[in-house]
């Protein structure tokens, strides 16, 4: 006898009902039944494909992909955070997945909603979003105008009105932090910028320290701007500005301590640094909630910083000549008496010059090289 075996292949499309009974973590295996009208053989697929388990996934969450700050100063979130102000209004979007899968869930019921909660203190917020046929969801809350007395809160999201017996999954992925205390400058901190020494200010080592309860973004740096003010006037052409990196934790009252080397020459061509002219210097980042420098070092109160007018000023005083009416070949002493009225020391070479019937000018005598320390005389 021939034997011959045949290869059926088949596919089959079925629905599970919401309604199904579901207990978490149930598994069962496909079986299915053979019929050839003239035999009838059951086969239970799991014996022959160990492998192939089902598990029913009817459980959704509110994945939430975004948040954005609604009220002005608008800042952005930072991962999983965003930093708010009391009062401030801001927004949640995001979209519902199975849980156990993580695949998007194309709604069929038109009740579903989204909860989203946060305990701001001991009151308790919600709000509530549609989701639409995409299964996404947009959900605005605004903060109550007072400082909680813990900064940073964690949002939930829950899905409500799910159909049957399905559940929901609570997320707790996103926090929000609020903060409405202003930073201040730390003046009091050595900020190198107490004494500003006219001619060396082409490379100023910086250090700003900011005091703040929650501090500023250490990756983004401390944002400055100065400019020189001449007769209390601004001198067009001097502002510039910088970004400091953060470089440490002040151990004294954990302020943020800021430090970069800064050109603070004017850069403007032919101006000259002159006494009375100043530095004015603000601090233009903000905090992580929008919050502006307030007090000393603000952009509407910059910090003045006077400049020490720092040259060497040599100049002579008189000369002595020891014969007026030499003979020739006789020997004449010339003494000089010098000062220098400047507050930088240095030095100057002295020298005896010939100027010849041609207008040239000849060297006659070794130099002679004389230091003058500042407010010297003679």
């Known amino acids: 006898n021939q034997i011959s075996t045949d290869v059926i292949e ?34 239970n697929v799991g014996n022959h494909i160990p492998s192939l388990v089902w ?3 009817n459980v959704l969450t509110a994945i939430p992909l975004s948040t ?8 952005l979130e930072q991962g999983d955070e965003i930093y708010l102000r009391e009062g401030d209004e801001y927004s949640v979007s995001g979209t519902i997945e199975y849980s156990g899968s993580g695949i998007s869930f194309v709604p069929s019921n038109e009740n579903l ?11 308790v917020i919600t709000s509530l979003a549609d989701v639409d046929d995409t299964g ?31 559940q929901s999954l609570e997320n707790t992925d996103l926090s929000v932090i609020v903060d409405s205390n202003p930073p201040r400058v730390d003046w009091l901190y050595d900020t190198s910028l107490s004494v500003l ?33 001449r007769d209390g006037l601004l001198v067009s052409g001097t502002e510039k500005q910088a970004t400091l990196p953060y470089q440490t934790t002040h151990s004294d009252d954990n302020g943020q301590v800021f ?9 403007l061509e032919g101006f000259v640094i002159q006494d009375g002219d100043k530095i004015m210097f603000s601090i233009l980042s903000t905090d992580q909630a929008g919050n502006e420098i307030e007090g000393s070092g603000s952009p509407d109160n910059p910090r003045a910083f006077d400049f020490r007018i720092m040259d060497f000023n040599p100049t002579m005083d008189r000369y002595i000549i020891s014969d007026s009416f030499p003979y020739q070949d006789s020997v004449v002493n010339i003494t000089t008496f010098w ?5 930088r020391e240095g030095e100057i070479t002295v020298n005896l010059y010939e100027m010849r019937e041609d207008g040239t000018w000849v060297r006659e005598s070794p130099d002679k090289t004389l230091q003058l320390d500042s407010k010297s005389t003679s």
Request: with cysteine.
């Open 136 to 166: 996404s969801w947009y959900s605005t809350m605004v903060l109550p105008m007072r400082q909680p007395l813990t900064p940073t809160m964690g949002i939930s999201t829950n899905v409500l009105n799910i159909p049957g017996v399905g």
């Open 339 to 343: 000062n220098n009225d400047g507050l």
């Open 55 to 57: 598990y029913l996934d």
């Open 197 to 229: 020494e006219s001619d060396r200010i082409t490379a100023v080592v910086v250090s700003i320290c900011i005091d703040d309860e929650i501090g500023l973004s250490e990756a983004n740096g401390l944002d400055v701007y100065w400019y020189i003010m």
């Open 68 to 75: 954005e700050d609604l009220t002005p100063p608008h800042v």
């Open 259 to 267: 430090e970069d080397e800064l050109d603070l020459s004017p850069g």
């Open 113 to 123: 909603q989204v909860e989203m909660e946060i305990t701001y203190g001991t009151q």
């Open 10 to 43: 088949l596919s089959f499309m079925f629905e599970i009902s919401w309604s199904f009974p579901f207990a978490s973590g149930d598994n069962c295996k496909p079986y299915i039944e053979i019929d050839d009208f003239s035999a009838s053989d059951e086969y």
